[in-house]
């Protein structure tokens, strides 16, 4: 008789995957499936996550069956897949960009919920790098007024800390984002990350503690070592011990037990509330201890493949990103061309209205000049009509000699009046030749403007026969763009495919001669792992699979997670399974293994320009700042801050002197 299904659920950072398991299956069985499911090769960092009956956070062991574990009674069975260990260095050492992507959003969500406490001004730089992971390039055309309105960008308590409204905090996060012109969505969420590992905060996991007085503390458990925290403050540690300083540890109920490497010193001991919580921060030191270690060794032969493979595909990344970049220039230079043309165009054709103007005033001229000439002819016909009657008069004056005097004088007023007029008319010829003059130059000039006119028009026909050719270029290059694009999501999306379906068939099929019922490993859905492939080439941020059982198939045992073999970091999963209550760490060969991180810098001390910048948006927001909304972290961030220190500066200083030294400091403490 087959065993009943169980459902699960199992919530990645960006994924929704469901499987049906059966109550034999381990809890490595479904950890293999779920990386294989989201392509995740560097699975030493991960675990899978549940809350307990007793509503506890905690994580699932591997080698034990799922059932028999403290799980809620509820269907389908709820867990999340979670980074458990961080790396030291997120730019040295994460090689997949799947693994990337994931501990982008699991830090990213961190800050915004306040889990890790953020600087408000870096918040604005974190939010600007999140929009460049999410959409790319800042476009003005695209990114309009209040695109961010709806964005969770920044921690509730940095948006009630300042008098500032949605819009002004958009101004200041476009600022920053339109500067990351180019960068690749896996470097955004690089230099994300990058900024957020130089927090305090980050990948600490915080357990109350007392010491043998008594005194209320915090124990920082992370990749770096063990660091004791006073009870009011999280964010700056007091005492450290470095990895490298413990030889083993152990724990006896609530009584946690540290032997440090140094034989002169005595044991460093401290007390947890609960049993329960000395198993997590036992499993804890387990596997941050031997990550610890493995980083200060040489990468396994397995470890190198994957950052020859990882480089590899990063290449072919770059170089489809600059193949784009050049598509992308092209567009944008013949958009440019193109836009010259069409004002070249708009000009032409406005000139050429106003040379059909011109046209029509020249045809008015001409047609003046006309009625001016024919003035012009009756007026010099006038004039010469009264110049003979003139010259009449004059000579019948010149031949009455016997004319009386009273007819003389008569005679001799009306050739003054004849002469009065000639002078007048004359005058009026004069006016009139001038005025033709002028009209004939208002001619030869319309006639230059009609002649400039037809070279204009032909020039811009000619033009716009070139851009009729461009036009076709352009429509040639933004096909190949819109082709780059496709591709280069493509290769995006590549990086969060799932794995494919008939290799995992492969791992999971039947083995010969076995009658067992597949009880321990899930098939994926065909159809399901389709969708899913869909959903990621469209870009979603969530996606659901659906894994089935295939009961009619078997298999002998289940298969091993991929990157295990032979990688060097199958102990470090150790800590997901049962585990004594004496564990030991650093033997004397490792003891003086170098540490790396008490000579690091941020990478905002490494980068002055930022800092500056980011001090001066400080300076900006502190004018806005509600003073009653000021938090304690807001405090004592400010004071380290004053006094000069940073997170790496601090481990320097917790870490002076020796290890006994250090144990009598913590025994100390009040």
Not at 14 to 30: N, Y
Not at 428 to 444: M, Y
Not at 627 to 643: C, G
Request: charged share 35%.
């Amino acid at each position: 008789m087959p065993e009943k299904s169980v459902s699960v659920r199992v919530t990645t950072m960006d994924a929704e995957l469901e499987f049906a398991i059966q109550s034999s299956t381990t809890g490595k069985q479904l950890f293999d499936q779920v990386v294989k499911t989201i392509g995740l090769r560097e699975i030493w960092y991960f675990g899978l996550q549940y809350t307990d009956t007793k509503g506890y956070v905690t994580w699932l062991k591997l080698d034990k069956k799922i059932v028999n574990q403290d799980l809620k009674k509820e269907s389908p069975l709820q867990f999340k897949f979670r980074a458990k260990f961080y790396p030291e260095d997120v730019s040295e050492e994460i090689i997949q960009d799947v693994t990337l992507r994931l501990f982008y959003l699991q830090v990213k969500e961190a800050i915004l919920s306040d889990e890790i406490y953020c600087p408000p001004e870096t918040t604005v730089l974190l939010a600007s790098y999140a929009m460049q992971a999410r959409y790319g390039d800042f476009s003005p055309e695209m990114h309009r007024k209040g695109f961010l309105t709806n964005e969770r960008l920044m921690p509730e308590r940095v948006r009630e800390q300042y008098k500032l409204s949605a819009e002004q905090w958009e101004d200041k996060i476009v600022a920053w984002w339109s500067e990351h012109r180019c960068m690749m969505k896996e470097d955004a969420m690089l230099e994300y990350l990058k900024i957020a590992q130089d927090l305090e905060m980050y990948g600490v996991n915080y357990f109350e503690i007392r010491n043998k007085k008594g005194s209320e503390l915090w124990l920082g458990v992370d990749a770096l070592g063990l660091n004791i925290y006073e009870k009011a403050d999280r964010l700056t540690p007091k005492i450290g011990f470095p990895w490298s300083e413990i030889r083993n540890i152990s724990f006896n109920d609530k009584k946690f037990v540290i032997k440090p490497i140094d034989k002169k010193s005595r044991d460093f001991i401290f007390y947890a509330p609960r049993l329960r919580i000395n198993k997590r921060i036992l499993a804890l030191c387990m596997g941050n201890h031997e990550l610890y270690m493995r980083r200060r060794k040489p990468d396994t032969i397995e470890v190198q493949q994957m950052r020859a493979q990882a480089r590899e595909e990063r290449q072919q990344k770059v170089a489809e990103r600059e193949r784009l970049q050049r598509e992308i220039a092209a567009r944008e230079a013949a958009e440019r061309k193109q836009k010259e043309y069409e004002d070249r165009l708009m000009e032409m054709k406005k000139e050429m209205e106003r040379a059909k103007q011109e046209l029509i005033d020249a045809q008015s001229t001409i047609r003046r000049l006309e009625d001016s000439l024919k003035e012009l002819q009756g007026a010099q016909q006038e004039l010469a009509k009264r110049e003979e009657e003139v010259e009449k008069l004059g000579r019948r004056l010149k031949e009455e000699h016997e004319m009386d005097i009273n007819e003389k004088e008569k005679l001799e007023e009306e050739i003054r009046k004849r002469e009065l007029e000639i002078a007048s008319v004359r005058q009026e010829i004069s006016e009139k030749d001038a005025q033709t003059r002028r009209l004939q130059e208002e001619v030869e000039e319309a006639r230059r403007r009609q002649q400039e006119a037809s070279e204009a028009l032909l020039r811009a026909t000619t033009e716009a026969m070139q851009h009729n050719k461009l036009h076709n270029v352009f429509e040639h290059v933004e096909e190949n763009y819109t082709m780059a694009n496709g591709d280069y999501k493509s290769l995006l999306a590549r990086t969060v495919l799932l794995t494919d379906v008939a290799a995992n068939s492969s791992n999971l099929a039947t083995t010969a001669g076995s009658s067992r019922p597949l009880s321990n490993v899930a098939m994926l859905n065909r159809t399901a792992d389709v969708k899913t492939k869909q959903s990621l080439k469209q870009g979603q941020s969530s996606s659901r699979v659906v894994v089935a059982l295939k009961s009619d198939e078997s298999v002998a045992t289940a298969p091993s997670s991929p990157c295990l073999q032979d990688s060097g970091y199958s102990s470090v999963l150790e800590d997901y399974c049962s585990f004594p209550k004496r564990v030991e760490l650093t033997s004397d060969e490792y003891a003086n293994v170098p540490q790396w991180e008490i000579e690091r810098q941020t990478a905002l001390e490494r980068n002055q320009n930022i800092q500056d910048r980011l001090d001066a948006l400080n300076a900006d927001l502190e004018k806005m700042r509600d003073q009653d909304k000021v938090t304690q972290y807001d405090v004592l961030h400010m004071e380290n801050k004053r006094a000069g220190r940073d997170k790496y500066k601090t481990l320097r200083q917790i870490r002076a002197g020796n290890t006994q030294r250090r144990i009598d400091q913590f025994e100390n403490m009040v």
